[in-house]
């Protein structure tokens, strides 16, 4: 069974950096789009980048120049370099990943919290 386990968040303060990273377990396929969602309170769950196994990016504008999407294949991880965080990237923030173009994996989310 595909486990997908986030690591890395917590607080920081505004303009401050972190680094999720999420590693897939229990799997012995390669996975074609991995990336992150985010869900802040109160708020729909929302894109903020994927990563292709071939390494093309799509990230939400509202990241664009700050976070950095990154994958290992040969370890199955995904990692999201965020910078000069903002109070309103606050959120719960998912890994994902795709197999075979229709199944999705999802990890338990972590928290991130940027203070102002």
């Known amino acids: 069974q595909v486990q997908l386990v986030e690591s890395g968040g917590g607080l920081v303060q505004a303009g401050g950096s972190l680094r999720l990273s999420c590693a897939a377990s229990?799997?012995?396929?390669?996975?074609?789009?991995m990336g992150w969602y985010r869900q802040a309170p109160g708020k729909q769950r929302e894109l903020v980048a994927t990563?292709?196994?071939?390494?093309?990016?799509n990230s939400a504008d509202s990241v664009k120049g700050r976070f950095t999407i990154s994958r290992d294949n040969a370890k199955n991880t995904v990692a999201l370099q965020m910078t000069s965080l903002k109070p309103e990237d606050t959120a719960v923030y998912y890994c994902?990943?795709?197999?075979?173009?229709?199944?999705?994996?999802w990890g338990q989310g972590t928290q991130v919290t940027v203070s102002s």
């Open positions: 229990g799997s012995t396929f390669s996975f074609n789009n």
């Open positions: 994902y990943a795709v197999r075979d173009f229709r199944y999705s994996y």
């Open positions: 990563i292709s196994s071939g390494g093309a990016t």
